[in-house]
């Protein structure tokens, strides 16, 4: 727990682009993830678990060509809509964690795809 606070995308704009993990769970960060992360090609592990973010998940996991673990759980304000099909289709995707959010819609077949 630290304590993070400020608006999402003004975060991830000032994340150095060679980073491999970005852990800020348990923050007030608030706001909408945006749409692409381009510039951080050697991502692993993002986990921004119990924030406040909200709004549509992207579809931003094609930014993530190396993203083996996700952790979007426990939003105060919540994610809605329905999973991007586009998250299913990662190859090397091995954790996804979207708990506690209002999200809709079916967890299509493609999840045994999941690495």
Avoid: C
């Amino acid at each position: 727990n630290n304590a993070i606070q400020g608006d999402a995308t003004d975060i991830l704009e000032m994340i150095p682009p060679n980073i491999e993990q970005f852990i800020a769970s348990h923050n007030q960060i608030y706001g909408r993830l945006p749409a692409s992360l381009n510039n951080l090609p050697k991502l692993r592990q993002f986990n921004m678990a119990s924030n406040s973010l909200s709004g549509i998940l992207p579809g931003f996991i094609e930014s993530f060509a190396t993203l083996e673990d996700l952790d979007l759980s426990n939003q105060m304000e919540g994610f809605t809509g329905p999973i991007p099909e586009k998250l299913w289709r990662s190859l090397s995707l091995k954790i996804l964690n979207l708990a506690d959010n209002m999200l809709t819609g079916t967890v299509p077949s493609l999840v045994g795809n999941l690495a």
